[in-house]
């Protein structure tokens, strides 16, 4: 498949917690990481948010916290990999979607981990850049590019919403406009 399919894909934030956050040059990652998770509840994507070791990083941050549903499966974990807890896999398979849209933070550690094994079990995977970060650029852009050379297809925020929506008579359109203006 060559693009997004509302119908055939999941979201996974990866550890946009306090204490990685407060690590970050900038919050970029928290604003769009915010932006996906609220056109996913629109949009009715299942979404999945991990939590690396939230007793000593935090929990996820209020900004994206606070636009959780109940439907919104968060994830304590503790391996790099989220693929790598027990559970985890048995869990996105459950969603029967092939589409995985991921970001989130450290891009070189967590998510580049999780990506290479998200691709592993045949997963199409779109990294969404702007909604994954580093502490540092050089880290991020490792990071980055190694998901690209492993097969992922590398996306921004709006770029993903609009490839969900596919026309502007989709009957959530002016709704998740809204979100990037």
């Known amino acids: 498949m060559n693009t997004l399919d509302e119908n055939n894909c999941l979201l996974l934030l990866i550890?946009?917690?306090?204490?990685l956050v407060?690590?970050?040059e900038k919050n970029t990652v928290v604003r769009k990481s915010n932006t996906l998770l609220q056109?996913?509840?629109?949009?009715?994507?299942p979404t999945i948010i991990t939590e690396q070791y939230p007793q000593g990083l935090g929990k996820t941050v209020d900004f994206v916290a606070e636009h959780i549903k109940d439907n919104t499966l968060v994830f304590e974990k503790t391996?790099?990999?989220?693929?790598?807890?027990?559970g985890f896999l048995d869990k996105i398979k459950s969603y029967g979607k092939k589409q995985i849209i991921i970001g989130g933070i450290e891009a070189h550690i967590c998510v580049h981990q999780t990506v290479a094994d998200l691709l592993e079990n045949g997963f199409e995977v779109y990294v969404v850049k702007d909604a994954c970060a580093s502490r540092k650029k050089d880290d991020f852009k490792s990071g980055i590019k190694l998901m690209e050379q492993n097969?992922?297809?590398i996306s921004a925020t709006e770029a993903v919403l609009f490839e969900l929506l596919k026309t502007s008579k989709h009957p959530h359109f002016k709704?998740?406009?809204m979100l990037i203006k």
Do not use: P, R
Request: glycine share 6%; proline share 0%; aromatic share 4%.
């Open 15 to 19: 550890d946009v917690q306090e204490k």
């Open 22 to 24: 407060a690590m970050l």
């Open 39 to 45: 056109a996913a509840n629109i949009l009715g994507i």
């Open 79 to 86: 391996a790099f990999s989220a693929l790598k807890d027990e």
């Open 151 to 153: 097969g992922a297809k």
């Open 175 to 177: 709704e998740v406009q």
